[in-house]
C-alpha cells in the first residue's frame, strides 16, 4: 500500500525559510513524478511544484519560482521542497503527491501524503 508521509511544517515569521521532506513507501518512488500542493482555509488546493522522476525537470507555479526549489532522492525515497524567503502568502497546508504522469493539475496525481501545516507569521 503505497504511503507518503510529509514532515517539516512549522510556524516561522516572514522571510523564513523551512524544508519539508515527504517520505514515500509501497510504490516505486523513482518512477513516479513527484509534486507539492498547498492549500488554504478556504481556498482550492493549488500547485506548487512538481520533478520529474530522475530529478532531471522541475517545474514551478509562479507565486514560488525563485523562492522554491524541489529535489528529490531516489535512493531514500524522499522528495524534499526547500521555502526560502517565506511570506505570510504562503501560510497553507502543503502536501505532497505522487503520480506517473508530469504535470501541475492535482487531477494528475494518484497518491497523496496527509499535508503538513505552515505558517508564516508577518
Known amino acids: 500500500q503505497a504511503q507518503l508521509v510529509e514532515s517539516g511544517g512549522g510556524l516561522v515569521q516572514a522571510g523564513d525559510s523551512l524544508r519539508l521532506s515527504c517520505a514515500a513507501s509501497g510504490l516505486t518512488f523513482s518512477i513516479y513524478t513527484m509534486g507539492w500542493f498547498r492549500q488554504a482555509p478556504g481556498k482550492e488546493r493549488e500547485f506548487v511544484a512538481m520533478i520529474r522522476r530522475y530529478g532531471d525537470n522541475t517545474y514551478y507555479a509562479d507565486s514560488v519560482k525563485g523562492r522554491f526549489a524541489i529535489s528529490r532522492d531516489n535512493a531514500k525515497n524522499t522528495v524534499y521542497l526547500q521555502m526560502n524567503s517565506l511570506k505570510p502568502k504562503d501560510t497553507a497546508a502543503y502536501y505532497c503527491?505522487?503520480?506517473?504522469?508530469?504535470?501541475?493539475?492535482?487531477?494528475?496525481?494518484?497518491?497523496w501524503g496527509q499535508g503538513t501545516q505552515v505558517t508564516v507569521s508577518s
Open positions: 503527491a505522487a503520480g506517473l504522469t508530469y504535470g501541475p493539475v492535482s487531477s494528475k496525481y494518484d497518491y
